[in-house]
């Protein structure tokens, strides 16, 4: 570890291609969790009822069994189809075996992850907290392509981040006093709960998802209460303008639900690189002060 300190950009490189790699493994996270998830509640419902008669899925899925493989054909992927970003260039884009085309999504999940990692690493330096923050920026991407895909954020994932947050708050490698982290759980999980509750009462529906408040109360977990009302502005901002473009490209009403947590996701890292020169730019461009 000693040899960041001394070449700094050595931890860029090695953050970013650490990202690279991970950024593929999200691939698989992304794509195969709600799956697992979907697996893990039918055999909870054909246990808890058994008097509906509901088949227990036979399907076994984790995030390593089995092997990757073409969703057209079944073929299993190769290995060397399996190097991130560079195999998908070199088979332009399809299937080695069938032609099918691979979407671009899987490169460009790759590229985000390593960009990111490598941001970070650059920005913050070599620390514990800055390999925390990468894990926790991969925690997000993760979250945020499920909640696209799905309308899902996974307890699995959340909720380790939330708990994580207080832990190296804990254990000091986090600036963050641990205070201010079980204060941003706490705050941030009631802030959005008192909006859901709210928002029912008066119109008797359901305005989102019970993992929107993990997901607020873990970036108040990592980040502090102090970066809660920043992080719902910048979401509420970001959520209200890219909602009504992909609505309106949609072509669907305005009552037509769309994934929040992405915009949380977005938020929430964009405070934590830029949220003290976005307030002290609002304080001094727009109040004066």
């Known amino acids: 570890m000693e040899v960041f300190l001394y070449y700094p950009w050595l931890f860029v490189v090695f953050a970013t291609i650490f990202g690279l790699i991970v950024g593929s493994f999200l691939n698989v996270v992304i794509y195969r969790l709600p799956k697992i ?3 893990e509640w039918r055999h909870e419902c054909a246990e808890s009822f058994p008097e509906y008669k509901i088949q227990a899925p036979t399907e076994k899925l984790t995030l390593s069994v089995p092997r990757s493989s073409c969703q057209q054909c079944g073929t299993p992927i190769r290995v060397r189809d399996n190097i991130p970003v560079i195999s998908w260039l070199l088979l332009k884009g399809k299937c080695h075996n069938c032609q099918s085309s691979i979407s671009v999504r899987y490169p460009l999940i790759e590229l985000l992850t390593a960009l990111c990692s490598g941001f970070l690493a650059f920005y913050f330096g070599f620390s514990y907290f800055t390999i925390a923050l990468i894990f926790f920026t991969f925690v997000l991407i993760a979250a945020t392509f499920i909640d696209l ?8 994932l959340t909720l380790p981040l939330m708990w994580s947050g207080i832990a190296l708050a804990l254990t000091g490698i986090s600036p963050i006093s641990l205070q201010d982290a079980v204060i941003g759980a706490i705050a941030g999980y009631l802030c959005l709960w008192s909006v859901y509750w709210g928002f029912k009462l008066l119109t008797g529906k359901e305005g989102m998802g019970y993992g929107d408040f993990k997901l607020l109360a ?18 509420s901002i970001v959520g209200i303008i890219f909602g009504l473009i992909q609505l309106r490209l949609q072509k669907q009403g305005i009552e037509k639900a769309f994934p929040f947590g992405p915009y949380l996701a977005i938020a929430g890292w964009v405070s934590l690189i830029w949220g003290e020169q976005i307030l002290n730019w609002y304080f001094t461009s727009i109040l004066g002060v």
Not at 149 to 156: A, N, Y
């Open 37 to 39: 998830m979907e697996i």
């Open 149 to 156: 895909d799905t309308m899902l954020l996974p307890d699995q």
């Open 218 to 235: 873990a970036l108040g977990a990592w980040l502090g209460w102090q970066s809660l009302p920043m992080i719902i502005l910048l979401s």
